[in-house]
């Protein structure tokens, strides 16, 4: 006979080892991930965004936002995109003071032309207003093109 460690038996094998029936776990929701929202800006200021539409030469682009006063607000210098950045649409949101006016200013560094397109808007939805909108220049404008603009109530604003 084997020993008894080996669990032999004489007679039938015995009942397989139940398990308790399973219980119900309480279903917990998956959490809520909240919607970004934006930081409060003061009162004076103005949220505005900023819209590139690249060309095929984004190392020869540049652009910069600056207040008449000569405050640079934003600042893209030529060489901050590459060749990867070709055709690509970036976007960017700037904080300005309110009621004054700014210019914005595109690079070109070859003086050929910029064959993409830049726009400033202000306010969200049917609130957005176009401030400026460049549809692209060629090298007739030779190295940059200027765009003044107004940010706020008064004077009214109208579309360079």
């Given amino acids: ?57 984004p190392q020869q682009t540049g652009w910069s936002l600056a207040s008449m006063e000569g405050s640079v607000v934003y600042d893209m210098p030529i060489g901050s995109y590459d060749s990867s950045d070709a055709s690509k649409v970036l976007e960017y949101e700037v904080v300005v003071d309110s009621e004054k006016f700014y210019s914005l200013i595109i690079y070109d560094s070859n003086g050929n032309g910029f064959a993409g397109t830049m726009g400033v808007f202000e306010g969200e939805g049917s609130e957005e207003k176009t401030l400026v909108k460049e549809p692209g220049f060629t090298g007739v404008s030779g190295t940059s093109v200027s765009h003044g603009f107004y940010v706020g109530s008064s004077p009214e604003q109208f579309l360079t």
């Fill in 1 to 57: 006979d084997p020993p008894d460690w080996f669990n032999c038996f004489d007679d039938a094998p015995p009942a397989a080892p139940t398990t308790p029936s399973p219980t119900r776990q309480p279903v917990t929701p998956a959490p809520v991930t909240p919607s970004p929202t934006r930081s409060p800006i003061p009162a004076d200021s103005r949220r505005l965004r900023v819209d590139i539409q690249l060309d095929d030469w």
